[in-house]
């Protein structure tokens, strides 16, 4: 038996669902790559970049995944041998290590926790004792989306300066930008970015940078420099060289679309969304979680992130749990990955979701629940629709 028949619901933490709006958007003939609309619109997406990292600093848009954005922070401003410290809360800052150590840089992990976020008082201990400044850059993951966690960015940064540290201070905002607040000039990020296909609604293939005058400095005497990555040649005035080559044409105008879907409901307005629907998913975790069958892998609520959210389920097995929710309601939920692969799952809730999305994905996750057998608390579903009521009325 399945109801499965309907619109599919993706609720992995990305990519993420694309409006139709974007999609049609894209639905249209290639244009010319050197005059005409294309050039403006690059202009003016590079302009809201701005709105959305919140910076006066320089963006740039690349025919990439995040992991192009990764590879264009660190080879634009720092050169081989250099040491970097990577901020460790999951899978993905380590990976981003790992490239880091691939390019010839000096690797070093700050150890973490993945059921918390980086601990601010072991960034500041480390940079203490860093005296000679051979550290030159700190990396860290704003959301990290293999443990849910939230780090605190602008509690990082003064982690670094009560160091009276000169690192630079890059930033993966892949899984939340859009989502939650994120303030690159306010917290002095000298580095941030960011990819399409999470919290953007656009489909994967683009990453985004923004850099400030500290990192456009350092960038003048970096040697891991690349053509295909050089922020000096995108900074060129001819069109073609925004792209280093043809641009992602009808990417860039998907992308248009989802950037006026966005600013149209208001930055502010998309982090409320997002905060609302992660605590009702929180409330319904909660609820499940009463008898010891599942339990939220971040430990700590103010730790838990808004876009994604990480389930540990010691008491059942989260294939057969993602499975039911898919063939029986066509709800995709995403494996757990890296150190705690297997041992749960998450659920994305970031983009273009909406109350209705959420509060139908938890209904298929407890139906899920109790066609298992697996015991939970009942009534999660229940506990987030209260609280999504109690938001909207207030
Ligand atoms: C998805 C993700 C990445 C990787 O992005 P790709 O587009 O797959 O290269 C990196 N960092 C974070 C935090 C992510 O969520």
New binding site residues.
């Given amino acids: 038996m399945t109801l499965a028949t309907g619109r599919p619901f993706l609720m992995i933490?990305?990519p993420t669902n694309v409006p139709e709006e974007v999609l049609r958007a894209m639905h249209r003939p290639a244009v010319d790559i050197y005059v005409g609309p294309l050039v403006e619109l690059t202009d003016n997406c590079l302009r809201d970049l701005k709105t959305i990292f919140r910076t006066q600093g320089k963006t740039f848009i690349y025919a990439s995944?995040?992991?192009g954005g990764w590879e264009s922070a660190l080879t634009n401003t720092l050169s081989r041998g250099d040491k970097v410290l990577v901020l460790d809360s999951g899978r993905?800052a380590r990976g981003w290590g790992e490239m880091a150590a691939v390019l010839g840089l000096d690797v070093e992990i700050l150890p973490g926790d993945w059921r918390k976020a980086v601990d601010a008082e072991a960034l500041q201990a480390r940079l203490d004792a860093d005296r000679d400044g051979a550290i030159k850059a700190v990396l860290v993951?704003q959301?990290?989306?293999a443990s849910g966690v939230i780090n605190d960015i602008a509690r990082l940064r003064k982690a670094i300066d009560a160091a009276g540290h000169n690192a630079l201070f890059l930033v993966?905002t892949?899984?939340s930008l859009g989502c939650v607040p994120f303030e690159m000039d306010a917290w002095g990020v000298d580095v941030a970015l960011t990819?399409a296909?999470?919290g953007l609604m656009t489909p994967?293939g683009l990453a985004f940078v923004a850099a400030n005058e500290k990192a456009l400095a350092a960038h003048e005497h970096a040697d891991l420099k690349t053509q295909y990555w050089d922020w000096t040649f995108r900074l060129g005035e001819e069109h073609y060289q925004k792209y280093c080559g043809t641009p992602p044409e009808h990417l860039l105008f998907g992308f248009r679309e989802a950037l006026d879907i966005l600013m149209k409901e208001g930055l502010d307005a998309s982090h409320r969304r997002h905060r609302l629907l992660g605590e009702a998913v929180r409330k319904a975790v909660n609820v499940w979680a009463k008898d010891g069958a599942l339990e939220m892998n971040i430990l700590e609520e103010a730790e838990r992130s808004n876009s994604v959210t990480v389930v540990l389920t010691p008491g059942l097995d989260p294939a057969a749990l993602m499975r039911f929710c898919e063939e029986t309601c066509n709800v995709k939920l995403s494996g757990t990955i890296g150190e705690i692969n297997g041992l749960g799952f998450r659920i994305g809730h970031m983009g273009y979701v909406n109350a209705p999305m959420v509060i139908g994905t938890l209904g298929a996750i407890e139906m899920g629940l109790a066609a298992l057998k697996v015991p939970h608390g009942r009534g999660g579903v229940q506990a987030a629709v209260d609280h999504l009521t109690s938001a909207v009325s207030e």
């Fill in positions: 933490p990305g995944n995040g992991h993905f993951v959301v990290d989306t993966d892949i899984a990819g296909q999470k994967p």
